[in-house]
């Protein structure tokens, strides 16, 4: 037999309890462990093989040469999907994700970085 | 009485994305309605054309937000089955248990869409803080709370701790209790009875002549689940029912996916005491042996096709996709005839639709000459052109 208001009792029950939601940003966000997040990059591991430029699914890496076995790593920020996948590709570690997230800007120029 | 046409989309508030649907209204009743698609078409397959096989799997798992496991999922098997890779077991495990999660976590936001669609608020809002229970689990296993990254062709990308597993249990048990609560909400509620039930009817005969899949087909009694009928992976293993309804309407369906979350919880218990120990992945070469594969998996929504070809390079010569969307999609026109105008959102609603997913070739063909042919650039540009000259919006392009 069907009735109306079968969830009112569970209602009244969570008025009782604290409310799910956190008041980001004020109230730090919390991310797991293995978090896949900006980029972090290790030039002193790099050796300059440009896998991570091949792998990208979306063109957002490139590896620049700035001296003899000396590399710098720039990501564009507006079109790396965080996917993880330069990182699993690199043979020498020299990329990690961090748990970095806040990357939000209103200027699309800043969002091109070194790291 | 006269008749009216009333249009519903492309852009409309009781749907979540675009899509045209035309309603002939003969007072409150829908007399007759067409769908037109293409309204989402993203060139996916094209764009996999360019990309190497690795970069595909982050592409066509984009595919879906909701669903993205099982694109990507059923985008590697094809590809495997052209290496020739045979994937090790603790990877199947795992693909499995990732699918099954992603599973609940479609199904309660279908539960809670559905609820949106009948002015039932309360179940929407309870239903979605629930499914934050499986997603902050798919945040720890995965890293991404959606579009998870799990695969890789040979196997998965992580693995899953015995902690991790624990943790997974303690949400299994916390969700389950959730979702015994609210069958018994669908159940014993008015507001779903009155709502749905004899809403968008589909037999059996129709179901299965339209073509439909999924949660839809098994609502009108249909046993046809790809878990049973074309096991991959480890569902042969698994011991679990395939739930069907009998009402075969708006009701059935709901009764349908609540169903299968307890079967859901179920498998994932018996895969966490199954996984066995082993390696994650084998290698699987960047240049695949040419031929074609296909592949099938049992997606939230229902069957999700992916057919690859190769040609011996590091990019696939063809892809294609038939999302689950596109299989019901005939089956809509036929639920909403004959139906309150009112209830159309929730029949929409109901084959849980993905328009998005479903939007994969737009074939032109000439109305007046019945042609079909492909047109290239320069003349769709030249005939939108016209057609807006016709409708008196010359917009002042030089052709």
Known sequence: ?115 | MSKMIVPLGPQHPALEEPESFTLMLEGERVAAATVALGYNHRGMEKAAESRTYVQNIYLLERICGICSHSHSTCYVQTVEALAGAEVPKRAQYIRALIGELERIHSHLLWLGIAGHEIGFMTLFMYAWKDREIVMDILEMLTGNRINYGMNMLGGVRRDITPEQGQKVLEALDALEERTEYYKNVILQEQTVAIRTLGVGRLSREDGLRLGATGPVLRAAGVVKDIRKDDPTEVYNELDFKVATDEHADVYGRTVVRVTELMESYHMIRQILRQIPDGPLSVKVPNRIPAGEAAARYEAPRGEDFHYTRSNGTDKPERVKVRAPTLANLAAITHMIDGGFLADVPIVIAAIDPCFSCTDRMVRVKDASSGRDDVWNWDKLRQYSIEWHKKRGQDLGYRI
Request: aromatic share 8%.
């Open chain 1, 1 to 115: 037999m069907t009735s109306l208001g079968k969830m009112v009792p569970y209602l009244f029950k969570m008025m009782m309890k604290k409310t799910d939601t956190v008041l980001y940003p004020s109230v730090e966000a919390k991310v797991p462990d293995k978090f896949r997040g900006s980029l972090k990059f290790c030039p002193e591991k790099c050796v300059g093989c440009k896998l991570c430029e091949r792998v990208c699914p979306a063109d957002a890496i490139v590896i620049e040469k700035i001296a003899d076995k000396q590399y710098k790593a720039i990501v564009r920020m507006d079109k790396c999907i965080f996917c993880g996948q330069c990182v699993d590709t690199c043979n020498k570690d020299a990329l990690e994700n961090t748990a970095f997230f806040e990357l939000a800007s209103g200027d699309k120029a800043s969002l091109e970085v070194e790291i």
